[in-house]
Nanobody, 124 residues
Framework: QVQLVESGGGSVQAGGSLRLSCTVS????????VAWFRQAPEKEREGVAA???????NYADSVQGRFTISEDSAKNIFYLQMNNLKPEDTAMYYC??????????????????WGQGTQVTVSS
């Protein structure tokens, strides 16, 4: 079964940077979508960024210009580079993958496989 594991979370001051990594146990198809989601306390989970096997990307308005999703598929890893972090970015971050379609959309129902999350805390 496909398994995803996040790493790279931690605590940082506002304006700082972090890079999250998601290691995928196996890519079962050359057509795929990967994405990052986050959930802050007392809020619903929201899509942050998505990347598909055609190289297309999409970002939430709140992170556009600050976050970048990328991949090293040869190593079964994809990343979320987070720059100019703000306190409102504080959340549990989850990675997700799907191997049935190529759509750069961070919409929860599209994804079958999920990691367990990594905490990001941004202080002012």
């Amino acid at each position: 079964q496909v398994q995803l594991v996040e790493s790279g979370g931690g605590s940082v001051q506002a304006g700082g940077s972090l890079r999250l990594s998601c290691t995928v146990s196996e890519y079962t198809d050359n057509t795929y979508s990967v994405a990052w989601f986050r959930q802050a306390p007392e809020k619903e989970r929201e899509g942050v960024a998505a990347l598909d096997s055609d190289g297309r990307t999409n970002y939430a308005d709140s992170v556009q210009g600050r976050f970048t999703i990328s991949e090293d598929s040869a190593k079964n890893i994809f990343y979320l580079q987070m720059n100019n972090l703000k306190p409102e970015d504080t959340a549990m971050y989850y990675c997700a993958a799907d191997f049935l379609h190529a759509l750069p959309l961070a919409l929860e129902p599209f994804f079958k496989y999920w990691g367990q999350g990594t905490q990001v805390t941004v202080s002012s």
